[in-house]
């Protein structure tokens, strides 16, 4: 069974900057993409950025230039710095594992951001 634990989200003010973590346990094959997603309320979940286990990250429009995905292969985990946050950020940030053998979506429980001042 995989498991995936986000840590990292809080209360911050425009302009200011926070990093997720996100730790993923199991039997989890090599070659998988991680990813956040974020979901606020009244909108439908959206990516933030991802990468595969071997390649660069893709990041939405609304986020380049301002957030950085990185990843552990090692560790299993993921992490994305978030910096000049904005009140439009406010969400719930989702981490992500997709594994195409056998094909499943894990998520975790997900970590409120809030950018307010």
């Known amino acids: 069974q995989v498991q995936l634990v986000e840590s990292g989200g809080g209360l911050v003010q425009p302009g200011g900057s926070l990093r997720l973590s996100c730790a993923a346990s199991?039997?989890?094959?090599?070659?998988?993409?991680m990813g956040w997603y974020r979901q606020a309320p009244g909108k439908q979940r959206e990516l933030v950025a991802s990468a595969t286990s071997g390649g660069s990250p893709n990041y939405a429009d609304f986020v380049k230039g301002r957030f950085t995905f990185s990843r552990d292969n090692a560790k299993n985990s993921a992490y994305l710095q978030m910096n000049s946050l904005k009140p439009e950020d406010t969400a719930i940030y989702y981490c992500n594992l997709f594994v195409s053998v056998p094909l499943n979506h894990y998520w975790g429980q997900g970590t409120q951001v809030t950018v307010s001042s």
């Open positions: 199991g039997s989890i094959p090599s070659f998988n993409i």
